[in-house]
Each structure stands twice: as C-alpha cells, then as structure tokens.
C-alpha cells in the first residue's frame, strides 16, 4: 500500500505554543485529511482539503494541501490542554485503480504541558 | 444523534475462537470500512464496501470476514486463522467511497 510520512512523531510543548506537523507521500493525492484521536476513542475528522494549495481553518487549525500533492501541514495556534491527543493525516491518491482508498500516517502524538 | 455504534468496547477471545464484532451507523452512508490500529502505527484497512451485498479486500483480510446484507450494518469477524487479532478494530463510514470517512469509538480486542 501507499506510504504516508508523518512526523514529528511526537510533540511535547507548553500551554501556548503554536504546533506544526506534516505529512508527505511518495505520490500524488487528491484529497488530504486530518483527524484527531484521543485515548479509547476513534478518530475525528478536523479539516478535509481537496486542491492543490487550498488552506483551510478549523477554530486554531489551519491545514494546507502542498502544491506539490504529495505534501499537507498542520498547525494548531496557541496551544491549550486540551489539543492533547495523536493527529493523523489521511489521503486518498489520485488515479483510477486505487479504489478510491484513504490511507493513514503512523500519527503525532501531542503533549500539551500546562 | 447520528453516528456509528462499535460494539462490544472490549472482547476478549480464546485461543482457536471466532469472534464478531459489531457496527451500526443511522448516518445513510453507502460506504463502510474495517480498520486495524495498532500501538505506534496508522490506520490499517481489513475490509471495506461500497453497497450493500458487495464488499473488497483491503490491506490486511487474511484471518478476517465482513458481510453487508444491510446498509447500516457491516459486521468484522475475526477468525482462528488470524494469529495476532490483538489490536484496537475501528469501523468508518462515508457518503460514497472518495468521501472523508467518520470513525466510530472502537473495539479493543485482547486474547486470553
């Protein structure tokens, strides 16, 4: 299957800080996700991205599709406890026999101190 | 509320048991999908389908079966000739397959 790179692959910062994590494929996507999971719960759908270069906010997230199509970031702004959780990138890679299926980076895993 | 409904939370199985494990969703998603996660990985797909009465092998089925005969139902099971079930199954759902999926809570599957 297709390989998502996700990194960091951990994250430990104070309440405040601002956050930024990335996710690269080895080929081209056509629709980029990010989720967040916390402990015992599936995950949640934050931003969904489906251009080129489209940058799209949810509250303090903001997620950008790379124009490359191989790339997407995640930010998160003036971080506070409860962002705490693993953040998972998901695509979708672009052509006819791929049977339309996401696949998911290994995650960052987020530790807000306060 | 709509949603998916993963049951049980937790299942334990013995040695040479078959298990199954449950999802429900009132969300009228045509599509549906079965993940594996385990610890310091990603999403791992087992079985997905796009219709009911019609379903695809993903990445990981050897040891695993899946039926659709409802729309709102596709139950997992997880046989005797999957050797390391012990993980955390996700089940997903979405309007049609090129749609972001939304997950439901989760089964933790634990050998005795």
């Known amino acids: 299957g297709q390989q998502l790179n996700q990194s960091p692959q951990s994250m430990f910062i104070q309440e405040g800080e601002d956050v930024s994590m990335n996710c690269t494929s080895s080929s081209i996507f056509n629709t980029w996700l990010w989720y967040k999971q916390e402990p015992g719960e599936g995950p949640v759908l934050l931003i969904a991205l489906y251009k080129a270069g489209e940058l799209t906010s949810n509250g303090r997230l903001t997620a950008q599709f790379g124009i490359t199509r191989k790339d997407s970031f995640l930010n998160i702004s003036a971080s506070i406890p409860s962002d705490v959780g693993i953040y998972f990138c998901a695509g979708q890679p672009y052509g006819r026999n791929t049977g339309n299926q996401f696949y998911f980076g290994t995650g960052t895993s987020l530790t807000v101190i306060p | 509320d709509g949603g998916i409904t993963q049951s049980p939370k937790y299942l334990f199985r013995k040695e040479g048991q078959n298990v199954t494990l449950s999802c429900e969703q009132n969300l009228n998603h045509d599509a549906m999908y079965w993940y594996r996660q385990d610890p310091g990985q990603g999403l791992r797909l087992i079985y997905y389908s796009q219709i009911v009465n019609d379903f695809q092998k993903g990445d990981i089925a050897e040891g695993y079966s899946v039926s659709r005969e409802k729309k709102e139902s596709f139950p997992l099971t997880v046989t005797s000739a999957q050797k390391n079930p012990t993980a955390f199954y996700l089940c997903?759902?979405?309007?049609?397959?090129?749609?972001?999926?939304?997950f439901g809570d989760g089964t933790r599957l634990s050998i005795l």
């Open positions: 997903a759902s979405s309007w049609v397959s090129n749609q972001p999926q939304h």
